[in-house]
């Protein structure tokens, strides 16, 4: 638990969550439990971070970059197979992400990187669905899937996923609220993912994109220019680039940055917490959220990014409502929802001040 005297409030405080990856949420030893369940054998041999959960905990310490974490990341998620697996996978998300008072969550997840290893898009959706249904029941959480396709594999394959998902009626019906890009970023430029973007766009579907965590903020500019990008994932280069001209463009078109502290400091984005662009963001007037990406692999859910912050700048009470509620704003649910969000926010800052 952190130190700071605001923890009860940031523990209280309504949340919305927008960058979270569910396979980012694989702990060790639900991995463990599921590679013994399915019979999928872990790279132990030539590994050894495999041996224990305790050696790949350990492991998770020490990420190098991006591309390092994101070797874990494609290897614990090979253990999922069935639907039951995806189901138990995002309803432990939801169960602790509800203990951190997360109101409503916006979901990421990597049809790919299953369909490649002969699991049905269908299977991941039952599973995923199941889980969203079981949330909203027992914790009244408000919750959509955002289905990002990797930018590590050829566009075509991309293509091809978005137009099985299209086809089987999952963004038509609201399965899917919205595509997303994700994976290694820098040497696959945004112009590469223009004809998936315009797909999506002319078919009236939303688009978010991971674009300046490692890539430039050009790579931002891009995002907004070539792909119409409603939203940006990360975003943070924009200001360690200080490219004063796209922060004044976000700003004005109130493009939500789904932003993620830890994150930036477990994969070396920025050296500590503390070079967290937060005073820029506020001074600024920019839409964010603060989110927590993949959780099991980054010590830290939520709450642990809020207190994180925290415990560097020393915000108040409403330097954080302002960011609760601008993370309502730039939510995809429907009006009456942010209203209701809103309100609940309200009642907690009351208590408070
Ligand atoms: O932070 C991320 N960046 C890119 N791809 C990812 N896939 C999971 N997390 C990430
Ligand atoms: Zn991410």
Redesign the pocket.
Known sequence: MCRTPLHPFLAALPKCEH?L?L??TLEPELLFELSRKNNITLPASTDPAFGSVETLLARYKTFKN?DD??GY?YIGMSVLLHASDFEALAYAYFSKAASQRVRHAEV?F?PQAHTSRGVDLAALVEGFKKAQARARADFGMSTELIM?LL?HLPPPSAMETFSQAREAGYFADGTLAAIGM????LPFPPPMWKDLYDAAGSGGIRRTV?AG??GPASYMTQALDLLDAQRI??GIRAFLDEDDKLIARLVRQKTLLTM?PL?NVK?NVIPSIADFPLKKLLDAGVTFSINS??PAYFEGYILENYCALQEAFQLSVRDWESIAKGAVMGSWCSESRKEELLAEIGEVVRQWT
Do not use: A, M, N
């Open positions: 960058h990856h396979e980012g991006l974490f994101l990341y990421f990597d990002c930018r994700d994976s290694s970023e991971h965590e490692e994932d990360h993620c994150s994969l990406d993949d």
